[in-house]
């Protein structure tokens, strides 16, 4: 417990050009407050503007010389912060109480004086009044856009419906694109900025039509306000806001807007739907606006319900495993060399799920780690087992993500299952993202090193997506390069697209580093990496990727082939005898 030895006390100003009124009043309140004083307009006006952080109250005569009472309420209407003060009359004439009122006054005290005990009481009740109204003006208003706090808004929204359940709102969510970026690129004064800005065009748009605003988050802002047939001219105000201070192609704003006639859900869970639309506008040029639909609640449900169903299939094992098989092209006959473990979701009452899906949800909502860890477990039992059958062993690939290398445990794990298994760390092959190494690149080095000194091979996976690789391959610790379908797609014999690979082919030479080619789909596609001197295809061309039971086929062909291949090398080698 805190022992007080003084109580704090609020401070009151006394304004009254007659020294024997001044003198009573600060007898009287002295008692339980810090006094000031004040003998005409214009001392009481400067000590105000002087103590306005810690006055809580001002007694104001109104017949002074020099300045009066009412001149001196005028000057304090003029100052926002000036006219948070309250001010208690002092008069004796029943029509100034009125006039006084009117300029802003909070009460007034009659002349001559009450009881001490009376005048006590209306300047307690008149802090009180003032404290609580700045308590709720701070848990009401958000401090830099002066819209409602996200708290004050829902409860607002929802008052507002219990008095209008007849009303048709509109409940929207309005979302700056990339605000991180334009904070760096141009300071945090400047990110301020748009979104007083942002704030201002909605307070314009709410002089037309009712409605209220709440900045949800550090860029997102929510909206409930009457229904309307259209939000372009929404954008529209609040770009022309931003206009004065972004150049036109930094302005990025989207809107989702989730119309609820009937009212028929929580006031809270209309303004998640809007969020969704909102956020269906990612990636998507030229839409600004985004209207919930019966699409949109289907696509909400499915993603719920997959959620929901995660830990069941990964406990029942629904999540199967699929190898996409990689061949190497080096010499005259393609052989197996190794495969990419895939992840399929074959749901017991939903189906074969395409992972395009599920990955991105999962990724989102932070289960992707747990989903990759399944992967590599069953990826590495899949190398003993065919070890196991086959005698012989083939190397897998997994992904490992950006989340993944993030955590301080993923070596250990990683190790563990190799070790479980009884398989070698050479043949359990780890693709990472090229992204994730510009992301955060000496990070990624040294775990990289780590994982090399263990003996684990490093695949970049998905080469040519991201923007620094090119002036960072000779210092990055990686195996093999994946090469991004994106650039196979469209390779023609002689076209800009081939000789783009051919480029890339010839630095990875260079630097002795094999290169992988995903999304081989046609012989023509494979005739000229093979010319360019590609090491290693992966894609339809050779086969989708397959459960280990079909996976299985692969192999043996792959056993049978190099048999004959090591016959005829064989028998060469005696007919040159």
Not at 266 to 293: M, T, W
Not at 305 to 332: C, H, M, S, W
Not at 389 to 397: E, L, R
Request: aromatic letters at 10%; a negative charge.
């Amino acid at each position: 417990m805190i022992r007080r030895d003084t109580e704090f006390k609020r401070t009151v100003l006394v304004v009254d050009d007659e020294d024997v009124n001044r003198a009573l009043l600060g007898a009287i309140i002295e008692q339980k407050y810090n006094v000031l004083y004040a003998k005409n307009g214009k001392e009481a006006l400067d000590q105000i503007k002087q103590n306005a952080d810690g006055l809580s109250l001002v007694l104001l005569d109104i017949l002074m010389p020099e300045m009066d009472g009412y001149e001196v309420l005028g000057e304090i209407n003029k100052d926002s912060k000036l006219k948070k003060i309250p001010v208690v009359v002092l008069t004796s004439e029943k029509s100034a109480e009125v006039k006084s009122l009117e300029l802003g006054a909070a009460d007034f005290l009659s002349k001559p004086y009450d009881l001490p005990e009376v005048i006590l009481a209306r300047v307690q009740h008149s802090i009180q009044l003032f404290e609580g109204n700045k308590i709720i003006q701070a848990t009401e208003n958000d401090a830099l856009t002066n819209l409602y706090t996200p708290e004050f808004f829902f409860e607002y929204g929802h008052q507002y419906d219990k008095r209008h359940p007849s009303h048709e709102m509109d409940s929207i969510v309005i979302d700056f694109s990339r605000f991180h970026l334009l904070n760096e690129l141009h300071g945090r004064e400047t990110g301020d900025e748009v979104l007083i800005k942002i704030a201002d065009g909605i307070r314009e748009i709410f002089n037309e039509i009712f409605g209220i605003a709440c900045r949800h988050d550090a860029d997102t802002f929510y909206l409930y306000t009457k229904h309307r047939a259209e939000y372009t001219s929404v954008i529209e105000k609040i770009t022309v806001k931003l206009i004065s201070i972004l150049k036109s192609q930094e302005i990025r704003i989207r809107m989702g807007v989730y119309f609820d006639k009937a009212h028929e859900i929580p006031f809270e869970s209309r303004f998640d739907r809007a969020l969704q639309a909102c956020n269906g506008l990612r990636n998507k040029h030229g839409s600004a606006v985004a209207i919930y639909d019966e699409e949109m609640h289907q696509k909400e449900m499915f993603a719920a319900r997959l959620l929901e169903d995660f830990d069941t299939a990964i406990r029942e094992k629904q999540f199967r495993v699929y190898f996409q098989p990689k061949y190497n092209i080096t010499g005259d006959t393609p052989l197996l060399s190794s495969s990419e473990a895939l992840i399929r979701w074959i749901h017991p009452e939903l189906g074969f799920i395409r992972p395009d899906l599920f990955i991105p949800l999962f990724e989102e909502n932070g289960l992707v780690q747990k989903l990759d860890r399944y992967v590599w477990k069953e990826a590495a039992e899949q190398i003993k087992k065919w070890r196991d059958k086959y005698g012989i062993t083939k190397p897998v690939s997994v992904n490992v993500s950006r989340v993944d290398i993030s955590d301080p445990d993923m070596t250990d794990y990683i190790c563990k299952i190799v070790n479980e298994n009884e398989i070698s760390s050479h043949d359990y092959l780890l693709e990472i993202t090229e992204s994730a190494y510009t992301d955060n690149s000496q990070q990624i080095i040294d775990i990289v090193n780590n994982l090399r000194n263990k003996g684990f091979r490093i695949e970049m996976d998905d080469f040519g997506s991201g923007y620094s690789s090119l002036n960072m391959l000779t210092t990055l610790p990686i195996d093999a390069l994946k090469l991004d379908k994106g650039f196979i797609n469209n390779i023609a014999h002689g076209n800009k697209e081939m000789r783009m690979v051919e480029l890339i082919l010839e630095i990875a030479e260079f630097l002795k580093v094999p290169v992988i080619a995903e999304g081989v789909e046609t012989r023509e596609q494979l005739e000229l990496l093979k010319i360019a001197k590609c090491d290693v295809i992966q894609g339809y061309y050779f086969s989708k990727p397959l459960p280990p039971e079909e996976f299985n086929a692969l192999i043996e062909k792959d056993i049978e082939v190099r048999k004959e291949l090591k016959a005829k090398e064989k028998e060469k080698e005696q007919k040159q005898r």
